[in-house]
């Protein structure tokens, strides 16, 4: 693991705790020696604090991502607002943590995040989703198909109609799993615990960010919204 925070203090304390559980870590405080360390040697997942100085946090979740590079990213950002968030999801991170945080939910996001990313923990999440009814013909088992999407799992790729959309990682699993279960209502604990493996409970909006933003990727002027809120209860997929 490669973590990058410029506060000092902060960067011991979650050095310490990372390694008591079980990590092997490598911490540095700014953005350029995070980049030649992930050059050097690439980690199984980054932790980034945004604000550093110099190269910030997202510069160099832009920089890896223009690079091709899909490891994993976790941001640690003390800006609250919705916009400062969906900034670090355009930047590539898959998911973040506002300052103060509790270690332990450092700690479940990080192990959502590697679950998603391992082999046994895609198989996993793949068995754990529920199959919506088939409907017309049957598609080849690398896709799945509901309210004008079409996804290709293989490929990680998605398109509503000819468009072609794209998609980070986790906006990727979030539609997937929405379109697998089109016309059902997921509740905001089922989706977060299949999608991030833990519920971060009433307070969290980082569903409603994610939901946010992919909406923003699928709609089309003229055309049907295809996630649908339901207020108190969750999200559906359908085109009305």
Same mark, same amino acid.
């Given at each position: ?29 700014? +953005? ?24 910030d946090g997202l ?28 900034? +670090? ?130 709609d089309e002027p ?19």
């Open positions: 693991m490669l973590l990058a925070e410029d506060d000092r203090a902060i960067r011991h304390a979650l050095e310490r705790a990372l390694t008591l559980e079980g990590y092997e870590v490598t911490a540095v405080a700014d +953005g350029v020696e995070a980049l030649a360390q992930a050059h050097r040697t690439p980690p199984d997942v980054l932790v980034l604090d945004v604000m550093m100085p110099g190269i510069q160099v979740c832009r920089v890896l991502r223009a690079e091709g590079d899909r490891t994993p990213i976790l941001m640690l950002t003390a800006l609250v607002e919705t916009a400062d968030r969906i900034a +670090g999801l355009d930047a590539g991170a898959d998911d973040y943590v506002v300052k103060p945080f509790d270690v332990e939910e450092v700690f479940a996001r990080l192990r959502a995040l590697l679950r998603r990313t391992s082999p046994v923990g895609a198989a996993t999440a793949a068995a754990a989703v529920e199959q919506a009814p088939a409907k017309g013909p049957q598609l080849p088992e690398r896709q799945v198909e509901a309210a004008g999407i079409r996804m290709d799992l293989q490929a990680r790729r998605v398109w509503r109609g000819p468009r072609e959309l794209e998609l980070t990682r986790t906006e990727f699993e979030l539609l997937e799993l929405l379109v697998r279960n089109a016309g059902i209502v997921l509740d905001h604990s089922t989706i977060y615990d299949r999608i991030w493996g833990y519920d971060f409970g009433p307070g969290s909006k980082n569903l409603a960010v994610y939901v946010g933003y992919l909406r923003r990727k699928l003229d055309a049907p919204q295809l996630i649908h809120t339901v207020r108190g209860v969750g999200y559906v997929l359908r085109e009305d």
